[in-house]
């Protein structure tokens, strides 16, 4: 099994990575169907969804999705709450000839992590030229990829609400099982509790719902501008760049960082006092991926989290 997590989210806001217990019979390619059948830990209720492979890591680790084989349309997303573990009953693809195949047993289940590609991050700095793209190892890029999307997420604030976000307090709603996105919104216009935010099974900030740009077009998926911040953000990681980084132990003392030092003279005193904001003062701001995310329309008040210095 994979010793890591590389999962790219797609428009549906439903692809998580999982791992079997042990190889099929044959290959898991990407477009192959299946049903994933398992217990919901919150409810205790049997339930079976249909799935469609997106990314293949190795034999026994890949992300599946609610979309459609290529791209035919987004599926069921309703039916995205994927039980942590269970079984897949293959329907399509190599495993499912002549018949549904035999089950495999899903023995772990992670949410989408990462917004693009290595693909797409080498066409993009192809295009660009303005970043070096280490050879080795195979796994750096993958990795800085999920950095930069974990930079994405905890540095920005952006218009709308996850896609798959569970709302509301309108007795009549199961918040379990039901969801508003771009397809049903709708339904909400005229009640007001439909909005309000409950909590979510999405890990990613995209997609979201709610969202349009400055153009007032809806935006779906998770935007080409996101995408692009992404590829920014994971080249600087691969060129040394740390995307959020720790206080630095040369100017930390007594667990904070200096704010304010008092010297005194005859006798000699000197008076500190620390700044103990967990290390916000240091999450570095990159303008140019700012820029980008800003142009698109995309950000709650122009920008990302306040800076404390």
Not at 4 to 30: C, K, M, W, Y
Not at 155 to 161: H, I, T, V
Request: proline residues 7%; hydrophobic residues 40%; charged residues 15%.
């Amino acid at each position: 099994m994979s010793n890591s997590i590389f999962s790219v989210q797609d428009r549906t806001g439903t692809v998580a990575q999982l791992s079997i217990n042990a190889s099929p019979g044959e290959l898991v390619e990407v477009n192959d169907t299946g049903t994933y059948s398992g217990i919901q830990p919150w409810s205790g209720n049997s339930v079976s969804f249909d799935f469609t492979v997106c990314q293949v890591l190795d034999d026994t680790d890949f992300s599946i999705t609610t979309a459609l084989p290529d791209g035919a349309g987004p599926g069921n997303i309703l039916q995205s709450g994927w039980p942590p573990t269970g079984s897949i009953k293959w329907l399509t693809g190599l495993n499912a000839v002549p018949s549904p195949g035999d089950d495999s047993e899903v023995v772990a289940m992670y949410p989408a992590n990462a917004y693009i590609t290595e693909a797409f991050l080498a066409l993009y700095n192809n295009s660009r030229g303005t970043f070096i793209l280490p050879e080795s190892p195979a796994d750096q890029i993958p990795q800085a990829i999920v950095q930069a999307t974990d930079y994405i997420d905890q540095w920005y604030r952006f218009k709308g609400l996850k896609l798959l976000q569970f709302l509301g307090t309108n007795p009549n709603v199961d918040l379990m099982i039901s969801f508003i996105d771009p397809w049903l919104t709708p339904f909400g216009l005229n009640d007001t509790p439909f909005w309000i935010p409950s909590s979510t099974a999405q890990q990613t900030q995209w997609p979201r719902q709610g969202v349009t740009d400055y153009s007032g077009d809806t935006v779906y998926g998770v935007p080409l501008a996101v995408q692009y911040a992404c590829a920014e953000l994971a080249l600087r990681a691969l060129n040394g760049v740390t995307l959020q980084a720790d206080y630095d132990p040369n100017i930390v003392g007594a667990g904070g960082v200096i704010q304010t030092q008092e010297n005194q003279v005859g006798p000699i005193r000197t008076s500190t006092t620390y700044d103990t904001k967990l290390g916000l003062g240091f999450f570095p701001d990159f303008p140019h991926v700012t820029r980008i995310l800003a142009k698109a329309g995309l950000l709650v008040a122009g920008g990302g989290r306040s800076i404390i210095r």
